[in-house]
């Protein structure tokens, strides 16, 4: 089985970054995505890496993939209060692109 | 058009009642699945079909019964829950089952057991 860990909470004001980090163990996967959950909804997918991949922008959204420590992160330039929500990044692996393994979530605040 | 629908976003229904979800997309994904979410959860996986054929039962109860009646829906048919089945319940397609190829979720169900 594969464990993908995530901080709990993260707080931060208006317009600052935030930097949300994943952690997991097994290094045989190929993508890795960030998907963000609003209150009673479904999950909205962000984006994605593959795992050859150092780093990925995309507008205020930047995505760091450090294979070596299995280490992943979102960060949220200037962050909004409608940002705020459930990040969950997740796992897939050559050969079972439908198993997805997620990340434990880990829950935004924007405060003003 | 990256989008996923599902009805009833909402359902309450007793132990001895039969109801149905459903979820429909039209991108063409000949992949689909069935996730369970519980609070403060990460999704679990369920089933997948793939090109209107079961290609993955996660060990889920007989009261749970999915059908792929073509390949835009996917249904799922619930027959004598528990309470403990309470949870949202979310639809996800993909181009297919090769790799890379990203999943996109619905807005769910939210489902109260009674």
């Known amino acids: 089985g594969e464990d993908v860990e995530q901080s709990l909470f993260l707080s931060v004001r208006e317009g600052d970054s935030s930097v949300i980090n994943c952690t997991y163990t097994?290094?045989?996967?190929?993508?890795l995505y960030w998907y963000k959950q609003e209150p009673g909804a479904g999950l909205q997918l962000l984006t994605y890496?593959?795992?050859?991949?150092d780093m990925k922008q995309d507008q205020r959204l930047t995505v760091l993939l450090n294979k070596k420590d299995k280490h992943l992160s979102l960060r949220i330039a200037d962050t909004q209060t409608g940002d705020s929500a459930i990040y969950f990044c997740?796992?897939?692996?050559?050969?079972?692109?439908?198993?997805?393994?997620f990340g434990t979530g880990t829950r935004l605040q924007v405060t003003l | 058009d990256t989008e996923v629908t599902q009805t009833p976003k909402h359902l309450v229904m007793g132990m001895t009642n039969k109801k149905s979800l459903k979820c429909e997309q039209h991108?063409?994904?000949?992949?689909m699945y069935w996730y369970k979410q519980k609070a403060k959860k990460p999704p679990e996986l369920m089933f997948v079909?793939?090109?209107?054929?079961?290609?993955i039962n996660e060990s889920v109860p007989s009261r749970f019964s999915p059908e792929c009646p073509n390949s835009s829906l996917l249904n799922l048919h619930l027959h004598a829950l528990q309470p403990e089945d309470s949870a949202l319940y979310l639809c996800?397609?993909?181009?297919?089952?090769?790799?890379?190829?990203?999943?996109?979720f619905g807005p769910g169900t939210r489902l109260l057991v009674l």
């Open positions: 890496i593959f795992s050859n991949m």
């Open positions: 996800a397609s993909s181009q297919d089952l090769a790799g890379g190829n990203t999943q996109y």
């Open positions: 997740a796992e897939s692996f050559t050969g079972t692109a439908s198993k997805l393994t």
């Open positions: 991108m063409g994904h000949r992949a």
């Open positions: 079909y793939s090109y209107e054929k079961l290609s």
């Open positions: 097994d290094s045989s996967s190929t993508y």
